[in-house]
């Protein structure tokens, strides 16, 4: 073996020895993890940026899904409807977001259900009713949304009978009987947990809001 290149190896392994070696082998050591505690940040910085976008799009697609289903309904009625029927009901049920708490509103949805009894807006009517109404009155319609109409869509996605659910059970807590709804609640947590009320917000948010 060659003289000077084992001479070499004997002096670099001595030299690992020494004070000198041993500080540039700490500063190396700590400029790695400062540039890896510089990358961490900025990894998380991008997915602080990210997180909205991830949000945002996971709204737009329970929207999507939910306008649909409102699109199904209303395809289904018109196999039991004509086109001059469904109009008719549309511009009876429109009444009501146009003179919202009038006699007049209240009259006009009466007439739709009584001529249309089943069809995708005749939920959305009743829940209007139930908003507007007290006591006894209220609590059946609100049940009749449940039991007759859970299926039933707005076009900005509110499922009907959830809704009423969601309405039903802050009158119960309201009038102390926390047991029916919890009842309530957690039909929703569990069974309708992507419902959502007329500003798009999920409705099980509400309720961890509520019930707090």
């Known amino acids: 073996m060659n003289k000077s290149f084992v001479t070499g190896i004997l002096i670099l392994t001595a030299s690992a020895g020494t004070p000198l070696f041993a500080q540039n082998q700490n500063d190396e050591v700590a400029q790695l993890k400062q540039r890896v ?3 961490e940040k900025q990894v998380q ?25 409102f699109d199904r ?16 009901a549309e511009e009876l049920y429109q009444v009501a977001n146009q003179k919202w708490g ?9 007439k739709m259900i009584a001529k249309y009894p089943d069809i995708n807006r005749t939920g959305c009517a009743i829940l209007y009713l139930a908003q507007k109404s007290q006591g006894d009155d209220r609590a059946k319609y609100l049940r009749d949304c449940i039991e007759k109409f ?11 009978g959830v809704y009423a659910r969601y309405l039903l059970a802050g009158d119960c807590r309201s009038k102390g009987d926390s047991a029916k709804a919890a009842t309530l609640e957690n039909e929703i947590k569990t069974q309708f947990a992507e419902a959502v009320d007329h500003s798009g917000n999920l409705l099980v948010d509400s309720l961890k809001t509520v019930t707090k």
């Open 150 to 160: 859970n299926d039933c869509f707005y076009g900005d996605g509110v499922q009907v």
């Open 45 to 69: 910085e991008m997915s602080q940026l990210l997180e909205p976008l991830k949000a945002q799009h996971a709204v737009d697609n329970r929207r999507k899904s939910l306008r649909e289903q």
């Open 37 to 39: 505690a510089q990358l």
């Open 102 to 110: 009038t006699p007049e509103a209240n009259e006009s949805l009466q």
């Open 73 to 88: 309904k209303m395809s289904k009625d018109s196999q039991k409807y004509s086109r001059e029927q469904l109009q008719e």
